[in-house]
């Protein structure tokens, strides 16, 4: 018998963690500038608009009349229901993110735009070094602290598997100076972003871990100023539903002009034997 993959994501700390954060931080703000530039450079009005996101507090009145939605296993969006669908800072605590996509884009309109953004690839990756040294050096061992961070090139693959055209992933990088540790655990707290694996410590971690990485973070990750740099990178997910409409790539050999002409280059034909130097 074939047993489920064991989950990611507890989703009742997930929960109680996004209850206490606050209505502003400035990743989620940074991620909406983003996306709202995005939005204005495709030429098109959207009336059926969808929001998936865990923090509707934040994101709720980014669009008019938008369909807010949280981001549960199943998402609660009509097939063919909206031209535009926005996954929000929620797509990396998904335990199927391939599922959170396929169902997004049969919620679309054929030719309906998906976008999403959320924290990957090196995000936090001082403090999760720092973390993973100190529990390593006082307990001799390691436990999930911070949440495994998706790479660009990965999200852009699951984008092809859920079934979307023409598929984009880009990334903007955000690096933030902080004065003290603390102010950085702060900030995670406000964003609703603290730990909620599944497989994290249920038990109280030794206050001499935080001690330890507040000194390692303060020796590898300061600057002049004694200042504390954390680094959040935000990846952008664009794709759309397939329709008959859409630009699609020609046949091999049924071009018509010579890219040379195009170009307004002299073209150069090879030899037609080249020949290969002799090694002595």
Known sequence: MTQSPPDLTDRTALVRNRTRAGAENFLHTLARDELELRLAEVNRTF???????????????????????????????????????????????????????????????????????????QTLAELRACLAQAEADICGGLSPRVLPMAEIR???????????????????????????????????????????????????????????????????????????????DLMFLTGWAPDSSQPRPLRPGSATARLADALGAQENPLPDQIKIPSKD
């Open 47 to 121: 009336t059926q608009p969808a929001i998936v996101t865990g923090h509707p507090e934040i994101w709720a009145d980014m669009l008019p009349a938008a369909h807010i939605v949280a981001d549960d296993p199943v998402l609660a969006l009509n097939e063919g229901a909206h031209d535009l669908v926005i996954h929000a800072m929620a797509l990396h605590w998904a335990a199927d993110p391939v599922g959170q996509l396929v169902q997004a884009r049969r919620a679309l309109r054929p030719d309906g735009l998906f976008l999403a953004v959320l924290p990957g690839g």
């Open 154 to 232: 990965d999200l852009g693959a699951l984008l092809q598997r859920a079934g979307f055209a023409m598929p984009v992933a880009d990334m903007v990088t955000q690096t933030v100076a902080y004065r003290r540790i603390d102010t950085l655990y702060a900030d995670l707290r406000a964003m609703g972003e603290r730990n909620a694996l599944a497989a994290r410590c249920r038990s109280f971690t030794p206050r001499g871990v935080f001690a330890r990485a507040a000194k390692l973070y303060a020796a590898h990750y300061a600057d002049k100023e004694g200042r504390l740099r954390a680094s959040f």
